[in-house]
């Protein structure tokens, strides 16, 4: 909230009051379009409905794979998160998704958790895309740094 006193500056000089998109038609267009889409393709149900499959699958994999070093697969919708138990795990398998084509980022907050972020438009094929990867991924980081 404001009041008149804090815009008197604003009335004497208008041009100080700017904004980078006001008024911009194109982007009011691009954003009526993204909602509108958003709203068209159920967007936010595809979002659960797909992170919960790809969770499933995460827990899957990592369970079969490198469960003694991860600590927890965890995640609401389209953010997804595996905790290790050590630090340099985490960095490994980051690097590790990345020569597979993977993109993946650390947490800033905790630095034995990675942040899967997949879009809500994902197909099959790339979820599949996805799982291979991250199967290839947990066996290498057994592999270079599993426990007997």
Known sequence: MTNASTFLKLNRDP???TSTFGGN??????V?????????????SRARTLGERILEELRQIVGETCPDQVAQVRGLGLLLGIEFHEEHL???????????????SNSLNAARVIRLTPPAV???A????LFDAVR??????????GTA
Do not use: W
Not at 32 to 44: K, L, Y
Not at 126 to 129: A, G, I, K, L, Q
């Open 90 to 104: 985490a960095m490994a398998f980051m690097v590790e998704l990345l020569h597979r084509k993977v993109i993946s």
């Open 126 to 129: 790339e979820c599949e895309f």
């Open 25 to 30: 038609p194109l982007a009011m267009a691009a």
């Open 32 to 44: 009526e379009a993204a909602i509108g889409v958003i709203q068209r393709d159920d967007i936010v």
């Open 122 to 124: 994902m197909t099959d």
């Open 15 to 17: 041009s100080l009051h």
């Open 136 to 145: 290839a991924t947990a066996l290498s980081i057994r592999q270079n740094y």
